[in-house]
């Protein structure tokens, strides 16, 4: 569960019990734990999970309703199957909702704030929701500072591999003779009490590759304030840039202050903002990067437009060779949040065909989608 999640939840806590309705935060507990059995693409399995777990008096579920229709309005707008997708609605919808709750909130006399305030810190909820669909290229720079600080909030975990080691352990799968011997020593040698052992997890590691070219320099700056951010919640992460030749910039990134490692990134990448060499960038770094990265079932973001000055041949080689060395290769292409957007640039083409995933990185809702998706590879 993402920490924006875990966030919201507490806040639509908050809200009811201004509402009138008495949440407990063991029943805040018990509704995170529901959500772990539902799928969070079904609007109506979350609503219902949360009907069960946060309402226990019948004349409560009207404000529920309408307090839960409100506040997770656009709150991940997934492609639900079945016609149960989150919806949208016009200005005149959303107020004459608005007032009905306001309504069904006045006759509480259990209410922490006024209703006024309540349906106030739904509009502010709903318009960071906004914001967190917005696509960074219609970012204002007000609201580029704003999604800053929420990548700074976001927390990052990627899925766990089994290493050849082995730990001790009580009831562990693997018997551990040297620890037999040893422990039994005690008792003549006689086999007395046996020792086990079990397999450890690690997490992969990542590698990040950005195209910072001139065709993506609408995205680049936001997008690596974003590769920054992950740098510094994941322990083994390594980051590189191109645009007609790849640059590593991992250790730039290590910097405390994020306003200095984008400067120095910047000053380290002569060629960003240029022109791009997808097949010639991806082949340094199969030939001078890949043995030293992409060990131990690494998974590697690849982070581009598509947009190519190269030969496709050499794309489709480089592309083949990488997938073969990695876990899993996940392209992100910001065009992709586009709803006409197709892939047919030659580029794009020719490196699809060894893609294990095909996304978006237009917004923050794609970054969050990305989250998931890392954590269960």
């Known amino acids: 569960m993402t920490h924006h999640l875990l966030h919201n939840i507490t806040h639509f806590g908050r809200l009811l019990r201004a509402a009138g309705i008495p949440v407990t935060p063991h029943q805040i507990g018990d509704f995170m734990e529901g959500l772990d059995y539902v799928d969070l693409e079904c609007r109506g399995d979350v609503k219902n999970t949360a009907r069960i777990t946060l309402v226990n008096r019948q004349e409560h579920l009207a404000i529920f309703d309408m307090a839960f229709d409100l506040f997770w309005r656009d709150w991940l707008r997934f492609k639900g199957a079945g016609g149960d997708s989150w919806p949208s609605v016009d200005r005149q919808e959303r107020s004459r909702e608005k007032r009905q709750l306001s309504q069904l909130m006045a006759g509480h006399t259990e209410a922490e704030t006024e209703p006024e305030s309540v349906v106030e810190h739904i509009t502010l909820y709903s318009a960071v929701e906004i914001l967190r ?90 997008l690596l304030h974003f590769i920054y951010t992950m740098s510094h919640g994941l322990d083994q992460i390594e980051a590189f840039v191109f645009g007609t030749r790849l640059t590593r910039i991992t250790q730039q990134l290590r910097k405390r202050s994020v306003d200095q490692a984008m400067d120095e990134v910047a000053a380290q990448a002569h060629d960003m903002g240029g022109g791009t060499q997808i097949g010639g960038s991806l082949k340094t770094f199969n030939y001078h990067w890949g043995r030293r990265v992409l060990g131990q079932g690494a998974i590697v973001l690849l982070i581009s437009d598509g947009w190519d000055r190269g030969e496709p041949d050499e794309v489709r080689r480089q592309m083949e060779r990488l997938q073969l060395n990695t876990r899993h290769l996940i392209w992100l292409n910001p065009l992709l949040g586009s709803p006409t957007y197709e892939p047919l640039t030659r580029g794009m083409q020719a490196a699809l065909p060894f893609v294990d995933d095909f996304l978006p990185v237009h917004n923050l809702h794609s970054l969050e989608q990305l989250g998931t998706l890392l954590f269960r590879i």
């Open 133 to 222: 669909q917005k696509s960074f290229a219609e970012l204002t720079s007000a609201e580029l500072d704003a999604i800053k600080r929420m990548m700074q909030e976001m927390t990052w975990d990627l899925g766990q591999r089994r290493t050849r080691r082995k730990t001790p352990a009580v009831r562990g799968s693997y018997i551990d003779w040297r620890r037999i011997l040893r422990q039994n020593l005690r008792y003549g040698g006689e086999p007395m009490r046996l020792a086990r052992r079990k397999p450890t997890y690690k997490r992969r590691p990542l590698v990040v590759i950005c195209d910072v070219s001139g065709s993506m320099e609408r995205y680049s700056r936001v």
